[in-house]
């Protein structure tokens, strides 16, 4: 929108340099928006002028390859400890010409040992149901999931956003800490309170799309006061700038990528992530036995002779093709619930999506579709007394696994496609009823020709 192009236009103009540069404004002003196109993690050609630029190169989507960016909300794998963490960011961001795998190990303990997390290194990160990590522990971590490239950009969206004052001036002394080792550290922030206000090196003030104040930070209250504002003298000066902005405001880069190991890291944390939240697949496994044995149960030594014979294996093959198209549903949760995390690390260059599906597909056949499919394929078979042939069986469990991967496939496909549960099950009844109601055509359609036959 016009409004856009403008915004873009204004906000792109300024230098920053090693040290604590923040980017600070009310909500909506923009803070967000200004510091994902310095990033790379917007187009740069959506801008109506300009060019971003690092060490006198354009900015490119490369540039994430080599700096860092902290996004607001903490998005790491619950079930993974800190260590684990921060050792998965290690192996598939750190390239393997160069680091060997005691060399990746150093480096997470050192990220360890500079955030001050040796006492939680071996803690779970936490989930809805798994006690974690503190607020602060988590946020450190996330922080350290982008330190283990060692970059010399730093990009942090609202680092002190739902911690309390005393974590968020031990986050921010940290950052302070690490600019002063020579990185760039850029922060978007709201209110901040005057012992942090007081670390800033840069300020970048920010209303409605436009700057109103950029430079050294100490020299800000100077400026406003020389524009005719006056800030009272016990006043926080992030507040005394909110009040302005409320009122009548005046107008090294190179792909290393290649050499991480993606395929198994991210195979590997899939497999610990399904290891330590097995729920589903405990489930997915006793109602397949369950509803195997309730089928061999209902279709108990079905009899040889016409028509109930083929009145009876009709009836049952029905019911067994339900149970595998209905019973992979769950497959609809695999992508919905860790779409936040994909998007996060993808964006940051973690590992190209199509590994992250292949990896996620292949941990989830084997505990959850072949093996159960297998175990309720071969209960009912030999409880309804079918043919006993080798041959057979095999032909038997091949069809039912051919049913149960084209449910799953369609499963798939809804979850990759939308964000939420409500809409994946709207989406993923249609088709499955439509597969339940042309095997019910095809039952009662053999079933009429059957009885005709019987009384010829």
């Known amino acids: 929108s016009p409004k856009r192009d403008v915004f873009f236009s204004i906000c792109c103009s300024g230098i920053l340099n090693p040290g604590m540069n923040a980017i600070m404004g009310p909500t909506g002003s923009g803070k967000t928006s200004l510091l994902d196109v310095i990033a790379g993690r917007k187009d740069p050609k959506g801008l109506k002028s300009g060019q971003v630029l690092v060490d006198n190169t354009i900015v490119t989507s490369d540039l994430r390859l080599c700096s860092a960016y902290v996004v607001q909300n903490d998005i790491l794998m619950g079930t993974l400890t800190v260590r684990e963490n921060l050792a998965f960011s290690a192996n598939l961001r750190l390239s393997r010409k160069e680091y060997s ?4 190990q150093m480096r997470v303990d050192s990220v360890i040992q500079e955030l001050g997390l040796k006492d939680c290194a071996d803690t779970k ?19 350290g999931m982008e330190l283990i490239t060692s970059p010399s950009l730093l990009f942090l969206d609202e680092p002190t956003t739902g ?7 031990s986050i921010m002394e940290l950052l302070q800490k690490l600019s002063k080792q020579g990185k760039t550290v850029i922060f978007s922030i709201h209110q901040p309170r005057y012992s942090i206000f007081s670390q800033f090196d840069h300020l970048t003030l920010m209303n409605k799309g436009e700057i109103i104040y950029a430079g050294a930070a100490n020299k800000a209250i100077t400026y406003f006061e020389g524009l005719g504002y006056k800030c009272e003298p016990f006043n926080n000066p992030a507040d005394f700038f909110l009040d302005v902005t409320n009122g009548t405001v005046l107008s090294q880069i190179h792909n290393n990528k290649s050499g991480a190991e993606y395929w198994n890291n991210i195979l590997g944390r899939t497999v610990r992530h399904i290891l330590r939240n097995p729920q589903t697949s405990y489930a997915q496994l006793f109602l397949n036995i369950f509803f195997g044995i309730l089928v061999g149960l209902i279709y108990y030594q079905i009899p040889h002779t016409l028509p109930e014979a083929l009145q009876n294996r009709t009836g049952a093959f029905f019911f067994l093709v339900i149970n595998m198209v209905f019973g992979n549903l769950s497959a609809v949760e695999l992508f919905i619930s860790e779409r936040v995390l994909f998007i996060h690390e993808n964006s940051s260059g973690f590992y190209r999506t199509s590994v992250y599906f292949l990896s996620k597909v292949f941990a989830d056949l084997i505990p959850n579709r072949i093996l159960p499919v297998f175990i309720f394929s071969a209960i009912p078979y030999f409880m309804m007394g ?8 095999f032909l038997y469990c091949v ?23 409500a809409m994946a099950n709207i989406l993923i009844a249609l088709p499955y009823v439509v597969m339940m109601v042309s095997l019910a055509e095809q039952k009662i359609y053999r079933h009429v020709d059957c009885l005709l036959c019987s009384k010829k």
Request: proline share 2%; with cysteine.
């Open 125 to 143: 990160i936490g989930t809805m149901f798994l006690r974690g990590v503190s607020g602060g522990e988590k946020k450190r971590c996330s922080i």
């Open 386 to 393: 079918l043919k006993p042939d080798v041959e057979a069986f």
């Open 101 to 104: 795998s005691a060399d990746k």
């Open 399 to 421: 069809t039912m696994s051919m049913v149960s991967l084209s449910a799953v496939s369609l499963a798939f496909l809804i979850s990759a496609s939308v964000g939420s549960f």
């Open 163 to 169: 911690l309390d004052a005393n974590t968020a001036n």
